[in-house]
């Protein structure tokens, strides 16, 4: 495994010593990692290495066997006592650490229920408390930023899934997360509207302030927007570095043999 | 038919006929009340049922299966004869009203678990990733999905409560069955007094079947 990359500030996700395991299978394997602010950080790796299950265990959809993750300073799963020792956290810290971390699922998973517009503004009012007038503005500016201004008052139903994809990326903002994750954002999406939901999300990542973790299996799209590609096996970071390095110059056997087989197809 | 005309007397028929709207009233309002009680306690118990704490969704899971199989008479009788024996007497309306609540309840609380499990993991997952409360979660995501969509079987299991309402007659409840026996009692005449009974039973049941199957397909066209 290589150094990691010095960091000058705080890291903003630092996961220690993390495991998780279902049943026999070991999907994170003592995983040490750090994501500082504002950085793009690209996961890639072969189907069931467990690269999102890192993103699940920081969104608290799954929860450590062992090892603490840090989220801004402060422990995610765990709580600290006066003396700094970690007791496992209640669900009012899970809430309140949560609330840094936003996230875009595969299968977009909007509330069906509800028009795309209220998808967006429907947590700002109920979770942040924001007045009902502030968060449909903040919703219409998001969704117009994602390309939907036509679309406030669509069903789900009524979309097609790259529309679905970026209202979910507006929902997910509408939050305003330190960290964004994006887990296989692309890949229940018909070929032709991959680019759609890949360029808003360029977007998102030239204007910087968030960090964003991102699965992805489009390793053009890894190697344009990552500050720091990582590639992700058996429970294990293999490598990781700027995106050039592990592209062109990957020194791991089994990064050159998927990369290998990824660039092949 | 000249046979049965003459058999069926048809001004006695007319004669009863308000005494038996009577009864029918009994009928749909216990039936309506008997139906709210199961469609929150059937909510209830499938909550409970659902619950991690095993202390409370173990009992109410086996209070479940019990009531579900035994029959709805065996419960009215238990509850009406030998409840007041411990000092708990109540009026025959409440006593029908609880028990078809809580027969029913069990039914609903299925229903009600089958819509819950029909929505996918995605939703919960979505919730949590947008950090709404459990209680957010359940009302304004979860459950406004899960109900429509149960609204034929609930309407299915209302027009059985109100045709096993009957049953309500062993524990005197005035309803409509109650009605024409008595009636059927008071001359020796049971005939009209009870085919009136179940007229009125059909009525009401059939359109409400078709309206049932009305929203049926109306919610099969919406998934």
Same mark, same amino acid.
């Given at each position: 495994?290589?150094?990691?990359?010095?960091?000058?500030?705080?890291?903003?996700?630092?996961?220690?010593?993390?495991?998780?395991?279902?049943?026999?299978?070991?999907?994170?394997?003592?995983?040490?990692?750090?994501?500082?602010?504002?950085?793009?950080?690209?996961?890639?790796?072969?189907?069931?290495?467990g690269?999102?299950?890192?993103?699940?265990v920081?969104?608290?959809?799954?929860?450590?066997?062992?090892?603490?993750?840090?989220?801004?300073?402060?422990?995610?799963?765990h709580?600290?006592?006066?003396?700094?020792?970690?007791?496992?956290?209640?669900?009012?810290?899970?809430?309140k650490?949560?609330?840094?971390?936003?996230?875009?699922?595969?299968h977009?998973?909007?509330?069906?229920?509800?028009?795309?517009?209220?998808?967006?503004?429907?947590?700002?009012?109920?979770?942040? &408390? !924001?007045?009902?007038?502030? %968060?449909? $503005? +903040? @919703?219409?500016?998001?969704?117009? #930023? /994602?390309? =939907?201004? *036509?679309?406030?008052?669509?069903?789900?139903?009524?979309?097609?899934? &790259? !529309?679905?994809?970026?209202? %979910?990326? $507006? +929902? @997910?903002?509408?939050?305003?997360? #330190? /960290?964004? =994750?994006? *887990?296989?954002?692309?890949?229940?999406?018909d070929?032709?509207?991959? &680019?759609?939901?890949?360029?808003?999300?360029?977007?998102?990542a030239?204007?910087?302030?968030?960090?964003?973790? =991102?699965?992805t299996?489009?390793?053009?799209?890894?190697?344009?927007?990552?500050?720091?590609?990582?590639?992700?096996?058996?429970?294990?970071?293999?490598e990781?570095?700027?995106?050039?390095?592990?592209?062109?110059?990957?020194?791991?056997?089994?990064?050159?043999?998927?990369?290998?087989?990824t660039?092949?197809? | 038919?000249?046979?049965?005309?003459?058999?069926?007397?048809?001004?006695?028929?007319?004669e009863?006929?308000p005494v038996?709207?009577?009864?029918?009233?009994?009928?749909?309002?216990?039936?309506?009340?008997?139906?709210?009680?199961?469609?929150?306690?059937?909510?209830?118990?499938?909550?409970?049922?659902?619950?991690?704490?095993?202390?409370?969704?173990?009992p109410?899971?086996?209070?479940?299966?019990?009531?579900?199989?035994?029959?709805?008479?065996?419960q009215?009788?238990?509850?009406?004869?030998?409840?007041?024996?411990?000092?708990?007497?109540?009026?025959?309306f409440?006593?029908?009203?609880?028990?078809?609540g809580l027969?029913?309840?069990?039914?609903?609380?299925?229903?009600?678990?089958?819509?819950?499990?029909?929505?996918?993991?995605?939703?919960?997952?979505?919730?949590?990733?947008?950090?709404?409360?459990?209680?957010?979660?359940?009302?304004?995501?979860?459950?406004?999905?899960?109900?429509?969509?149960?609204?034929?079987?609930?309407?299915?299991?209302?027009?059985?409560?109100?045709?096993?309402?009957?049953?309500?007659?062993a524990?005197?409840?005035?309803?409509?069955?109650f009605?024409?026996?008595?009636?059927?009692?008071?001359?020796?005449?049971?005939?009209?007094?009870?085919?009136?009974?179940?007229?009125?039973?059909?009525?009401i049941?059939?359109?409400?079947?078709?309206?049932?199957?009305?929203?049926?397909?109306?919610?099969?066209?919406?998934?």
């Open positions: 495994m290589q150094e990691r990359p010095e960091q000058a500030t705080a890291p903003i996700v630092r996961f220690q010593e993390v495991t998780k395991a279902f049943g026999d299978l070991v999907v994170l394997r003592e995983l040490d990692f750090d994501v500082a602010p504002a950085e793009k950080v690209c996961i890639i790796g072969p189907s069931g290495s690269k999102t299950t890192i993103l699940r920081l969104m608290t959809l799954e929860k450590p066997n062992a090892g603490v993750i840090w989220v801004d300073g402060e422990p995610l799963w709580k600290q006592t006066k003396d700094g020792a970690l007791v496992p956290a209640d669900e009012k810290h899970l809430r650490v949560r609330g840094n971390i936003g996230m875009v699922f595969q977009f998973n909007l509330f069906p229920h509800m028009t795309a517009i209220r998808n967006v503004y429907e947590a700002p009012v109920h979770v942040l &408390g !924001q007045p009902k007038e502030k %968060a449909v $503005a +903040r @919703a219409q500016s998001l969704l117009d #930023k /994602v390309g =939907l201004a *036509d679309k406030y008052e669509q069903f789900p139903s009524q979309l097609s899934g &790259g !529309q679905k994809q970026r209202v %979910a990326i $507006a +929902r @997910a903002l509408a939050m305003q997360p #330190k /960290v964004m =994750l994006f *887990d296989e954002v692309t890949s229940a999406l070929p032709e509207l991959v &680019g759609e939901v890949l360029g808003v999300i360029r977007e998102l030239l204007e910087g302030e968030m960090a964003m973790l =991102l699965v299996h489009e390793m053009g799209f890894a190697r344009e927007v990552s500050d720091r590609v990582v590639f992700f096996d058996k429970g294990q970071i293999v990781q570095g700027p995106p050039e390095q592990i592209f062109s110059n990957p020194q791991n056997p089994r990064t050159q043999q998927f990369l290998g087989a660039l092949r197809h | 038919m000249t046979e049965l005309l003459e058999f069926f007397d048809f001004n006695y028929a007319l009863i006929l038996l709207l009577e009864g029918l009233w009994v009928t749909v309002q216990v039936s309506v009340a008997g139906f709210a009680l199961a469609a929150v306690l059937g909510l209830l118990m499938a909550l409970a049922r659902r619950s991690e704490n095993s202390w409370l969704s173990e109410v899971g086996a209070l479940v299966e019990f009531v579900r199989s035994t029959p709805l008479l065996v009215l009788f238990f509850l009406f004869y030998v409840l007041p024996r411990y000092g708990l007497r109540l009026p025959p409440i006593v029908g009203t609880v028990a078809l027969h029913y309840g069990t039914y609903a609380s299925e229903v009600y678990r089958a819509g819950i499990d029909a929505i996918g993991r995605g939703q919960w997952e979505a919730a949590r990733a947008l950090n709404f409360s459990t209680g957010y979660t359940w009302t304004g995501i979860i459950l406004p999905q899960a109900i429509p969509p149960m609204i034929p079987a609930l309407g299915n299991y209302l027009i059985a409560m109100f045709k096993e309402s009957a049953q309500l007659a524990i005197t409840v005035p309803e409509l069955l009605t024409g026996q008595v009636l059927g009692a008071r001359n020796f005449r049971y005939l009209v007094p009870i085919t009136m009974v179940g007229a009125l039973y059909f009525a049941s059939y359109p409400s079947s078709l309206i049932v199957r009305q929203l049926e397909a109306r919610y099969a066209r919406a998934t």
